[in-house]
Nanobody, 125 residues
Framework: QVQLVESGGGLVQAGGSLRLSCAAS????????MGWFRQPPGNDREFVAA????????YYADSVKGRFTISRDNAKNTVNLQMNSLKPEDTAVYYC??????????????????WGQGTQVTVSS
């Protein structure tokens, strides 16, 4: 079992920045690869960013590439999402998630075994 708790969401004006954090506990953190998803109002959950297994590579949705950065702090068992140049269309509930190394389709929500409770990000125009 892995427990994930997100923090850092809030209300920000367009063009602003927010930093989300995800604290992981439970089974060995390094047994899983981490990712971020979001669910805009009335829409399905969508991929935002993720690490490859081992953390050597990062992947981003086209809509956030160049604006968002995923990072990890292994000493603190946290995964972060730095979000810059935020747009109203970034408004969503943001979730961190963990997947086992056997799951290779990293952009699919169904590849992830554990999820946090989500944190709301609202970007005003």
């Amino acid at each position: 079992q892995v427990q994930l708790v997100e923090s850092g969401g809030g209300l920000v004006q367009a063009g602003g920045s927010l930093r989300l954090s995800c604290a992981a506990s439970g089974r060995t953190y390094s047994d899983y690869a981490m990712g971020w998803f979001r669910q805009p109002p009335g829409n399905d959950r969508e991929f935002v960013a993720a690490f490859s297994w081992g953390g050597g590579n990062t992947y981003y949705a086209d809509s956030v590439k160049g604006r968002f950065t995923i990072s990890r702090d292994n000493a603190k068992n946290t995964v972060n999402l730095q979000m810059n140049s935020l747009k109203p269309e970034d408004t969503a509930v943001y979730y961190c998630a963990a997947r086992s190394p056997s799951r290779t389709r990293i952009m699919l929500p169904t590849s992830y075994d554990y999820w946090g409770q989500g944190t709301q990000v609202t970007v005003s125009s």
